[in-house]
């Protein structure tokens, strides 16, 4: 189970991008909106929970419902359409943070071809360098740089 504090950073910015693309595409047809609020969901959900994600599509139903669908800003539920528009978000998310979880699992686990090991299976190997200077035991020593004005060394 992952942390609840894996899921804030893509649910504030899912909330946000949905609440700004419904505002902007106000004035375009509900399907551009919908279709442009369902992309981000899914983006946004990708990184989040199958449970995040579906609280995102949620959220982001009633930015369309409210912005694209209805115009004014207001909540209005009209029926099966809105329960289709809701049932296709939730799913959007839900489905998206599925799969962004089993992306996940697949790169941490190292099952999956072609992904690197995670980083705490990596051996690192500390290099014991000896950092030698030709003539340094030869070398004078140089004066101390001088102190600035006001001050003592």
Known sequence: MERLESVAWPLAG???????????????????????????????????????????????????????????????????????RAVALLGAGALAGALGMAVRGAASSGTEPGWPPPPEECAVRALDVDLVVEGAADAEPRPAAAAPHGTSP
């Open 14 to 84: 899912g909330v946000l991008c949905a609440f700004v693309i419904a505002v902007v595409l106000r004035d375009a047809s509900w399907p551009v909106g919908f279709a442009a609020v369902g992309a981000s969901v899914a983006g946004w959900s990708f990184a989040a929970t199958p449970a995040a994600g579906a609280v995102l599509g949620l959220v982001a139903w009633a930015f369309v419902t409210g912005f694209d669908v209805a115009g004014s800003g207001d909540l209005v539920v009209s029926g099966p359409p809105d329960a289709a």
